[in-house]
């Protein structure tokens, strides 16, 4: 393949501010927030840290908080626990290849990614947003997702990388179909080509002396910017003697119950937009009953194979002091990949509740910043 044209598919906007010097000067801290894509084990996230590090000169410390299937709305609530935490430097954000997947409404797009933008740069971090390609959506500035997302960008003076667009105008669709194996994820050589042309946007970026650019006031009335995760605990369950707590990977707590128990949870903290669970080979249909309204959802995918973490979204969120009740139904999955004789278990490990202002701990991290 030649050469492609990648700076003709960057905004560079207010680029890295001080990161983008640090970057190039000593040890940063580089976040990956994203979804399938970034989460994939052998795609482009790893590679490209490489090539920062190798093209900077510096071992840059990799945070990777790559989710499935999760939109902008799944990394928003991620954000706390997987990127904050860490004082990341610079946070990539690659969140259109989910939000096209999901289809998440363009209108919801730009205040969940503002309640992004917004908790980064308050905390002197650099954010990039990266359009990856999927084969069933199209990249042009036209799309109602980019448009969202890049409006939101300028507002914030955020750089973007639109990599789909670049896979549009200069690759065949042979070409394409080489570097995705299904449309959406990346082959190894996928991987290496997205990774080389990223670097050298990455490092095109930094390379351009832009001053700090200060927070403008919020560009939308709905409120992201404090959304949080409430953690699920054994007295929210109807019977908690037959639920137990347990640990994701021997970290991440959650609550465990099987179909003949059921969780309730209810704040006045805000709206709730869904839960954080624990998605697997005992994944499988589940019931959500709110403000008089009972649905049932498919939590199983065809990716269920192994256990993850995943948030999922509520069709509509759950209105401020109402109740949710969720429960698994035991039912078997309409799919012969999936194994029929798992036994049915609902894991949840927090509710996704839309705060209209800072909780205790985030006042307090606030202050502690400040203090230092």
């Known amino acids: 393949m030649n050469e492609p044209p990648i700076m003709d598919y960057v905004h560079v906007r207010g680029g890295f501010g001080h990161a983008g010097r640090m970057l190039r000067r ?7 927030l994203g979804n399938s894509v970034t989460a994939q084990r052998k795609g482009y996230r790893q590679l490209l840290h490489d090539l920062l590090v190798a093209k900077s000169g510096y071992s840059h410390h990799l945070i990777n908080a790559g989710f499935s299937a ?7 609530y991620t954000l706390a ?6 004082s990341p430097d610079i946070c990539f954000i690659e969140c259109t290849t989910g939000d096209k997947g999901i289809k998440t409404p363009p209108e919801k797009i730009g205040p969940v990614l503002e309640g992004i933008v917004r908790q980064l740069i308050k905390q002197r971090c650099a954010p990039c947003n990266l359009h990856l390609y999927r084969h069933d959506q199209p990249f042009d500035d036209t799309d109602p997702i980019i448009e969202a997302y890049e409006i939101l960008l300028q507002h914030y003076r955020v750089p973007s990388i639109n990599v789909g667009r670049l896979y549009e105008q200069h690759l065949t669709r042979q070409q394409r179909d080489a570097l995705n194996f299904d449309g959406v994820h990346l082959s190894p050589d996928g991987a290496q080509w997205v990774a080389d042309v990223l670097a050298k946007a990455v490092m095109q970026i930094s390379s351009h002396a832009t001053a700090e650019v200060a927070l403008p006031p919020p ?3 709905d409120c992201y910017e404090f959304a949080a995760l409430e953690p699920a605990r054994l007295n929210m369950l109807a019977e908690a003697s037959s639920g137990r707590r347990a640990r994701f990977r021997g970290i991440y707590p959650y609550v465990e119950l099987a179909p003949d128990n059921a969780i309730e949870f209810q704040t006045d903290a805000g709206p709730i937009d869904g839960v954080m669970l624990i998605v697997g080979p005992a994944s499988g249909f589940i019931s959500v009953e709110a403000e008089g309204v009972r649905s049932e959802y498919l939590t199983w995918d065809p990716w269920c194979v192994y256990d993850r973490l995943q948030a999922f979204i509520f069709e509509r969120p759950v209105s401020t002091n109402a109740a949710v009740r969720i429960a698994t139904l035991d039912r078997p999955v309409p799919d012969p990949s999936a194994n029929p004789n798992v036994p049915k278990l609902l894991r949840i490990a927090s509710f996704l509740v839309r705060r209209t202002s800072p909780s205790v701990q985030d006042r307090r991290r606030a202050m502690s910043e400040s203090d230092g």
Request: charged residues 20%; aromatic residues 14%.
């Open 70 to 76: 999760t939109g902008s709305i799944g990394s928003l």
């Open 219 to 221: 560009k939308y009335a």
């Open 81 to 86: 626990d997987f990127v904050l935490r860490h």
């Open 26 to 32: 000593r040890p940063c801290r580089i976040a990956y």
